[in-house]
Each structure stands twice: as structure tokens, then as C-alpha cells.
């Protein structure tokens, strides 16, 4: 599902993605300050485990990927979070694997980084929990469609695994909206600053303010 | 914040601990009975995969057989050819699982050499088999058993073994407490060194 594993895409899907990934990494790990540290690795552990939490669903089942949270809290962050994650649980718990690491990144980084783009601003100004929520499903979303595009590129067909992979996670795209919107919404009341840590466009004016 | 990031983290990781599973880990397991090969496909900890492609293939990679499981994830596959079958599961959501079944495993009635057509089943006496690895156990005994009695002997082992090795396979992907933890250590350290660069960095600038 969410994590694709060895042998089931193509060489230039996987080395594409490598580089891909291997670029976003470094972008994002620019972007983490002194101040922001402590946060990607609570994100990085918080997204180690959440593979561990299951939704039984039919013949199959789905585990939770959080990869909305990471991205709204962290932005750019969350890509080097995410790859961190991948890299341990391919080698604690045998998801994934090591040569698809790259396209995996990117399957769930992505969209992180989408949401951020997205939700991040309009889920501090605005209703959190709406926004968070939105941020939760929308990253789930967005990442069965990369696992969909991914096998497609391999030379599968796209719509019946995008079919079978986003029927699947429903319930997770159900469950992640309600836990990113609470969260959202704790952090609001709590500590806003966590949420301004890593605003897109800070430094455009706050037109929409 | 701190505080409920933390309670997050323990949340997280006491239903992941309550329900220690794998979810979209597609495993595999084949044994050897006779002429079939009885296998299944799973998800560790989580039940059976039902409705996927199984496709069983050669060394050279040509395709023997394929075959979809059933309602309880199992599947049987015939075998033509005493060579190392590979069973290869695909749930075609990027699910892939691959077991290998070994030739020694299976009876030494059975053709073996890969230059023999597939149709070529026959080579009946056991005579005919070029290596004996299994039966050499009882190479004593081998001239005055019977090649039936030597099949129920194989049949009843592997009906015994069988579960077992299931549980053996499934076991050793099993995740425990012990690799949650070493994750979490290798992600506080990894932030640790991330510290010591960034502070470096600042005590420069």
C-alpha cells in the first residue's frame, strides 16, 4: 500500500525517485533551524509508530501514515522526517525497502509538503480543525494517487490501483482527518507558535491576513 | 505542546504495542506435500490475503503455474518438476510477497533436470532421482522401503511440520517491543547529532 516494497516497480521509477528524493531531503533539511529541530524529531517518531497503529478493512488493512500532520507543522521539514521514518522502519520492521526508499519519500513527503503549502496558513488564521482536517485526508489522498501513478509508471494500469489502493484507506483518509484536525486545533489553543514555525511565503505580505 | 506531543507519542505507541502487527506487509509461505505445494498469503499478525495472484515460477524464470488464493488465503499448485519453485504473490496495490520452495523438498519421483519438457512428469522409480539429500537420513533403511510408504512417511511429516514452519516464518517477521524501541533510539539520536551540527553552525556564525 502506502509503502511500496522491492521488486514491484520499474529501474527508472526507482532511480528517478531516488534523486528526486535525495534532493527534496536536502532542501528540507535546509530548512531545519535550531529552533525547529526538537519538532522534526518528535514528527520523525511520531511517523515511525504511527505505521504500527492498523485499520482492518475487508481482505486487507491499512495503518495510519500521518504524513498531513508532519506537513503542516513542519513544511519542507517533513521530507527529511518522513525519509528518516522510512529508512527505519524498512529496517526494523521490513516495510518498504531500501531500493524504494527514494520513490516512498516522495509518495508521502509530498504531499506533506502539498498541505503545508496548502493548510498551513489558512489552518492558523482560520478554524483549525477544519483546516486540519483537511490537511489529514488531503496528504492520505494525495499519497494514494503517488502509489497509484508510481505502479502506473511501472507499467500497471493506473485506475485499477488507484482504485484498490484509495477504496482501501478510506477509513485512514477518515481517521487521519479527525486526528489532524484535533491536533490542529489542541496546538492552536496550546502553542500557536508551532504552527507559524514554518509558514509558506512568510515573507510575502500578509495580504490575506 | 511538549507535553502533548509526548502524550501523542504514547498513545501512538501503546496501540501500536496492544496491536503489535504488520498492516499492508504481505508475507508468503509454501510446504511441500506429495505433488502439491500448499501455501498461503498474509498479512503478519493481521489474517489472511484473500483474492490475490499467485504466479509460481522457475529458475530460468518461465512461469509453472498461476493461481489465485481462496477465501482463507490459501492456495495448492501442482508440482511438474522437482526444481525450486518460486512463488511470487501479488496483491497488485503494490503488495508483493516471494517464498521459494526448495526441490529437495519435494519427492524424488519427480523429473528434475530443467532441459526435460514439462510435460515430461513421469521417471516413476526412484531410481531415476539424481541426488538423494533428503532420504539420506535413512539411507540404511531406503532399500526396503517402499516408494509408497516412503510418500505416506513424507505426507505424514509434512502434515506435522507444516504449521509449524508456518509459525516459524510468521514468527520471525513478528515485530517486538524491542524494534519499536531501537527505532525511536536511532531517531532521538539522529536529532542529537542534527544538534551538535546546528550548534556548531552557530557558534561559527
Redesign the interface.
Known sequence: ?????D??LSMPVLAAGAVVAAAAVGYGLRR???ER??????M???F?????????VG??????ILNGLLGVVLGWAAVPAIF??LL??A?????GGITVLGVNTLIMGLPAVACWYLFARPMRDGEPFVWGAAAGAGAIVMTCGG?AL??ALSG?EFL??AQ??CV?HLPVVAVEAMLTGT?AA??RQ??PE?LSLSLPMLRRAPADA | MRRAAVGLLLALLATSVAAPAEAHRLKAFASVDGTTINGSAYFPGMGMARGVAVEVLAPDGSILATTTTDDEGRFTVTIRRRIDHRIVVDGGDGHRAEYLVRAEEMPQSLAGLPELSADVVAATTASAAPSPPPAAAVAPGATTIGPELEQAIDHAVARHIGPLREQLDAFEDAIRFRDILGGLGWIVGLTGIACYFIARKDQRG
Open positions: 500500500m502506502a509503502h511500496l516494497v521488486g514491484v531545519i533551524g535550531a529541530l526538537p519538532y522534526v524529531g518528535l520523525s517518531a511520531a515511525f509508530v504511527a505505521s504500527l497503529v492498523h485499520i482492518p481482505p486487507s488493512n491499512v495503518h495510519l528518516t521514518g527505519l522502519q529496517m526494523f520492521f521490513g516495510y502509489v508510481a505502479l500497471r485499477p490501483a484498490l489502493v482501501a491536533i489542541f496546538l496550546v502553542k508551532v
